[in-house]
Structures are given as structure tokens and as C-alpha cells.
């Protein structure tokens, strides 16, 4: 079966068609874009073909060996999945969908290498500049596995670097051990150092030594309830036998495991918690994470080379993420998710929810492409009248808008990694994967997803009325998320319908977990930031002690040392800047939790004059110290807490959003 070169759609998300009780193989669909030079008059017969070939298909699957099995789904169909394909196809020929065409080409080994050094906060070991931040700070916080990854990756590019003849430090130079990985030197310090060079030695955490039991995975049943741990780097607990057992793919969602949650005394951190400083290093240490966890799977993480074109910079569709929200935010500030996203998905939650078929049955083609145009003339100036956008017409542009963003959803970067997810088993292995991969989002990608997600699981809710189950909704949502433009395809990349939709699935039933933030990256990050204090403060002493000689002045330093001192060890002092009574001691043991200090707060501010202020909720936040920013889970044990932070501040206020 030939795969042809479309110019314009590449669907990386194929799958053979298979109602029957035959296990679906993997078999590769051809490309149903129109060839540049053929007329779409031949569009029908094209698709009569495609009907087929799915069809011989099925009485004749060919070989190909996979990591997931993929059945016929208890006797389903994946008809939903075709049809939307299908109707995407047609959009597109009717020149609904009319923005420039992305190039996405396989990067080769040196850019891939380059890339990836510079992502993770690398890129000064390369330079020479080792003494740089973040590099130096992230070192300090590699565990054995994640630190050998980095020595692959920079051999690697040092090898293809020489290869062109261009000048590049020997890993040798950086690591100071030869040909073998960083290891731990139990006679440099401590226990847990890991020797990187013949002058750094920096501190590892520990790897615990009920890692082995804690990663055990059981078969999925929904009879069982499976414990996450966050605790540990899932590339420590990641074994390549792991993940060469079969998985069969069902329809029945039950089938789904159930995950639990070890929940630690500092609390549960979500996404929006963290300052945009620790989230950018929670982006470095994923991408560590991701590299060094597939590699323990024996899968390889692929990357795409996005081949720039001019996109629109105004507008509504076909414009980056990024730019929607610059423009959007000079309207209205701190928005995360753009607007007209926000104002679609608002429309069919408010009507559409219940709506029989919603996603699935789609709107009018000249009334969808009659509304963006309206929508395009008028949104931004509030003239739109959005009674006349009936429920699948408003389902029909919101994916039109997924489709139409000039770099995908997941990323171009990263798309071939969500794929690989499929070729993982159990689900387990598979939800720490797509843990990683969100972690790694650009912040507009991922609240956009995030909030795709939401809407996708309000759909599900309503489910006996709209009839529109988890597996039917992630059959439609699999290909307006995993379809990227470009003009080369390779078919390799190509994944199974079912198999797609199955990774749609597990990120619409984990939402919340996924926008969790792994206890281990928090604690990389502390001592990130740690070990950058730590030199900066041994750079500036011999300054301050000069100042210190010129101004010096007894009676301030007397006061300072009195002002320190009225705060006893284990004793917290509260700022609310917003509440009537703006600070406050507290003493602190072994049970409170945030949520008493923020109970406290309402109960001795209840009679002051700020009603409208107390009324929006307050959360307790740590400021400082080892963190820059975080919004405390209101279960946190404040002790233990003050222990891991001892100089932060505690500040008392809503949310931003």
C-alpha cells in the first residue's frame, strides 16, 4: 500500500477500521489530503477506495509487531474515529481550513542533540561556561540515572560536532570519569555525591529503598487500585521488562485502573502553583526526566525540526497560541487560555452539554465557514451575536481551531513522544509518561489542553443524555490533536487509530493527576535554587564585607538581631496584606495544617470592615528561601514544611489567576 506525499496534512494517527472480532494489527492508511495537481472530483471515489482497503483489511490484517495489542474493542468499531477523519478531510477541500503550511522534518542526530541540551538548561556545559546558571544548579540535582543521560547526550553532540569539525568541549572535560557515567562517591562528602567533575561535587537525592515494591505493577483491573508515587524519579523504578507485556485496548472505560495518590505531609502541588522562575525549571528537569525514564522502557524519544513559514499574526484561526494571548491579554491581563477558545467552549457548556451526538454529528460546512468569517470580522469588537451558532456548528469551530493552530496542540517538538505513549504497557508506565510530557508544556499549550480536557470530561459527565461515552469522545478529539501539518510524512511515525484514541483517553480520565506536580521535581527544584543561593552568596561575601566596613552601624545591627530574635524557633509570622489584622505569630506543632492558619485568619478578621475582601478565598502561600513561589495545598503540615523552608515567608492571599 503506497503512502503518498499530501503537501499539506500529515495524520499520524492511523489505524485499520475493524468492527469484526479479528485482533487489529497495524496497518498503514494512505494519505487523504489532496495531492498538489489532482482535482477533488475524485474525493468520493478516493474515499470509496479508502472503504475498501479498511475493508480488506479486516479479512487480511498484515503482520506488524507491536507493544499494544489492539482488538476489536469487544466487537466496536472505530467508526467514529473514520468519520472524523473523514469530515476533516472534506473541510479542508472545501477551503474551510486556508493558513500556511507547517514543515515538520525529523531533526538528524547533532540538531536533535543540540536541541535537547539546550532545553534542559545544558546549553552553557557545552560553552565552557560551566559556572553559568542553571547548569551548574541543576547538576546539583541529578540522581545516578538522570545524570548518566546527560553524559549520553553531550557525548552524543560532542561526537557530531566533531564530525563537522567544529570546536566542542570532550565530555571528558565535563564529567572528569572517562567513558563511565556520573557515579556516586561515597567518600566525597556523603553517601548520596555524585562526582561530575575534578572540582564539582554536587549532592543527589537519595534513592529510597522501597523503590523496587513501590514500582510492582499489577495487570489493569478496575478491581484494583493502583498507588502513584511521587516521591521517587520514575526513571529509578523503570525497568525495560516492564513494558513488553501486552496490553489489550477496550472500549468498556471501566476497564481503566484506578490510581491513588501517596500523599506527602508538604502536600499536593498542581501546575498553577509555582511561580513561572520554578515552572521553567520544572521544564528542564522533565525533559532529564522523560529522556532518561524512556530510555530505562528501551524506547527511543523522537523529535521533529519544525521548519518555520510565516503564520498570521492577527485574527482568530491559523494564529499562534502565543500570539492570541498577547493580544488577548492587552484586553483583558493574566489571560491563559485565548479567548475565543474560552468563548467556545463556554458555548456548548452552557447549551450543548446534553446535546445528543455533541462532537460527534457534525455542524453545516457553509454555516461553520460563514461563522469563522463573521467571527474573524467581529469577535474582537463585541458585535458577534452568538445566538444564531447552534451546538454542533460551535463544536465543528472548536476543533477547527485545534486543527488550524499553526504548531499543534502537543507541540511539534513532542508529538512523536505522545505517540510513543501508545507502545507503553501497562497503563501505569503510560500515565508516568504523559506525566512527564505535560510537565514539559509550553505554559500557553498546556492550560489551553487543560482546559480542552475540562470540557471533554463535562461532556462525559452527561453522558446517558448525549450518549457520547469516554472512548466516543476521545475517538473524535484523537485526530484534531494528533493530525499536524506539513509536507512530509514519515509513515514509521504513523500510530494506531486505536491506540491514539486510547492516549486521548488516559488524558482525559487523569486530567488531575497529570497537572499535578511530581514531589521529586519540587525537591529538584529546592535544591536548585539552594545551590544557586548558596553561590551567590559566596560571590558577593567579600562586597558585603566591605560595605559593611564603610557603613557599619552598631545600633542597626543591634536591632535587627532583637527583631529576629521575637520570633521564637517554630513560630510562623503570617502577612495578610488584604485582611483587617495584616500579621500574625502563630505557633506551630506537629498537626496544623494551612487550612487552620486560613481558618484562623477568617475567625479573627470576621468583624473587620473588608466583608468583599474576606469573601474572595484566601490561600497560604510559602515566598522565598528554596522556592520562589507556592500556593499551599490547604492539607500541608506547616511544620514540616517550615523544616524543608525554614526562610521563607508566609503570605496570606487569593489566587492570581
Known sequence: MEIKDSGRVILTAYHSYTPSRIPMEQSFVPQLSPTPGHSPLNSKARYQRMDRMISQDLLHPPSFSRSVSQESLDSTSMAD??????????????????????EVKSADEGEMEEAWIQEAGLSTLVSGSLGEEPAEALFSTLTRTQAAVVKKRIDNYTQTQRKKKHSVRDVRDIFAVGDSPPVFCPGAGSPNSIQLSSKLSFRAPGRLESCASDCKLSKDSPSLLEELNFEVPYSECALRKDCRSIQRIKKDDATLPKFLIRKAKLGLTIVGDLSKEDMKKIGYISLIELTAYFDALGIELKRNRTVKSKVRECGLFGVPLTTLLENDQKKFPGSKVPLIFKKLLSKLEQTGLQTEGILR???????VKNLRQELEAKFYEDTFDWEQVRHNDAAGLLKMFIRELPYPLLTVEYLPAFNAVENISPSKLQLQALHLLIMLLPEPNRDTLKAFLEFLSKVVANEEKNRMSLWNVSMIAAPNLFMCKGKTANPQEMQGAAGA??????????????????????????????????????????????????????????TERSELCDVPRGVIRV??????????????????????????????????????????????????????????????????????NPQCQWILKPRTT
Open 501 to 558: 484514541a486510547h492516549v486521548v483517553r488516559l488524558l482525559v480520565k487523569y486530567q488531575d493527576i497529570l497537572w499535578t506536580v511530581p514531589y521529586f521535581m519540587i525537591s529538584h527544584v529546592r535544591k536548585m535554587n539552594e545551590a544557586a543561593m548558596n553561590k551567590k552568596h559566596q560571590a558577593s561575601d567579600k562586597s558585603k564585607k566591605k560595605l559593611l566596613r564603610t557603613f557599619w552601624n552598631p545600633e542597626r545591627e543591634k
Open 361 to 367: 454529528v457534525p455542524g453545516s460546512a457553509s454555516r
Open 575 to 644: 502577612h495578610a496584606p488584604q485582611h483587617a489584622k495584616v500579621s500574625m505569630a502563630i505557633q506551630l506543632d506537629n498537626e496544623t495544617k494551612a487550612m487552620d492558619v486560613i481558618a484562623r485568619f477568617d475567625c479573627e478578621n470576621s468583624s473587620g470592615s473588608l466583608g468583599s475582601v474576606r469573601r474572595q478565598k484566601q490561600y497560604l502561600y510559602e515566598v522565598g528561601g528554596n522556592i520562589g513561589e507556592r500556593c499551599l495545598d490547604p492539607e500541608t503540615y506547616l511544620l514540616d514544611l517550615y523544616h524543608v
Open 81 to 102: 474515529y473514520w468519520s472524523e477523519v473523514k469530515s476533516i478531510e472534506e473541510s479542508a477541500e472545501n477551503g474551510q481550513e486556508e493558513h500556511a503550511v507547517l
